[in-house]
Antibody
Framework: QVQLQESGPGLVKPSETLSLTCTVSGDSISNYYWSWIRQPAAKGLECIGRIYSSGSTDYSPSFKSRVIMSIDTSKNQFSLHLRSVTAADTAVYFC???????????WGRGTLVTVSS | SFVLTQPPSVSVAPGETATITCEEDSLGGRSVHWYQQKPGQAPVLVIYYDNDRPSGIPERFSGSNSGNRATLIISRVEAGDEADYYCQMWLGTSDHYVFGTGTKVTVL
């Protein structure tokens, strides 16, 4: 069974960079797309972007100017870096696998990141 | 912009059928996927490609997609089906995964 686990700071100061890592177990990270999705409190889901195991990335237009994703296949991990955060970036951040490029078939449990001074 | 509109809430008695819609004027021809999210948990894929069920999802969950509307149907609703449900679509470009506005299903 594929499992994903997010890790990283739960508190980030405004204007700083939010950095999270997703560790994948139960299967190789190779040959799949992997994604970050966030959910502000009491709101819906928003996809930030995706990264392929080769390192190729595609970002949602809403985040393109301040996001970088990376992947480390030797560690079965991928990461999210979101620059210049504000309170509006406070949300639960999920990592997920794109099983066939179109559907998110496995998700992490999510991690709450609060942006506050 | 592309917005998948869902009713904010649906209430249904146990044993009855819950119907959740997902609408967008430009929906036609695109596959829709559905996720169930219980409080404090990650979403779970319950329907993909309009009407396919992942392994482990009960047959009570089904879907349809026609015209500008996709529908998730939960038959013989149980208390454990109480959750938020989101539709999702891939717009065919590399940077566009869109989720619906979400529907809270309450089992009376």
């Amino acid at each position: 069974q594929v499992q994903l686990q997010e890790s990283g700071p739960g508190l980030v100061k405004p204007s700083e960079t939010l950095s999270l890592t997703c560790t994948v177990s139960g299967d190789s990270i190779s040959n799949y797309y992997w994604s970050w999705i966030r959910q502000p409190a009491a709101k819906g889901l928003e996809c930030i972007g995706r990264i392929y195991s080769s390192g190729s990335t595609d970002y949602s237009p809403s985040f393109k100017s301040r996001v970088i994703m990376s992947i480390d296949t030797s560690k079965n991990q991928f990461s999210l870096h979101l620059r210049s955060v504000t309170a509006a970036d406070t949300a639960v951040y999920f990592c997920a696998r794109l099983g066939d490029e179109r559907t998110f078939d496995y998700w992490g449990r999510g991690t709450l990141v609060t942006v506050s001074s | 912009s592309f917005v998948l509109t869902q009713p904010p809430s649906v209430s249904v008695a146990p044993g009855e059928t819950a119907t959740i819609t997902c609408e967008e004027d430009s929906l036609g021809g695109r596959s829709v996927h559905w996720y169930q999210q219980k409080p404090g948990q990650a979403p779970v894929l319950v329907i993909y490609y309009d009407n396919d069920r992942p392994s482990g999802i009960p047959e009570r969950f089904s879907g349809s997609n026609s015209g500008n509307r996709a529908t998730l149907i939960i038959s013989r609703v149980e208390a454990g089906d109480e959750a938020d449900y989101y539709c999702q679509m891939w717009l065919g470009t590399s940077d566009h995964y869109v989720f619906g506005t979400g529907t809270k299903v309450t089992v009376l």
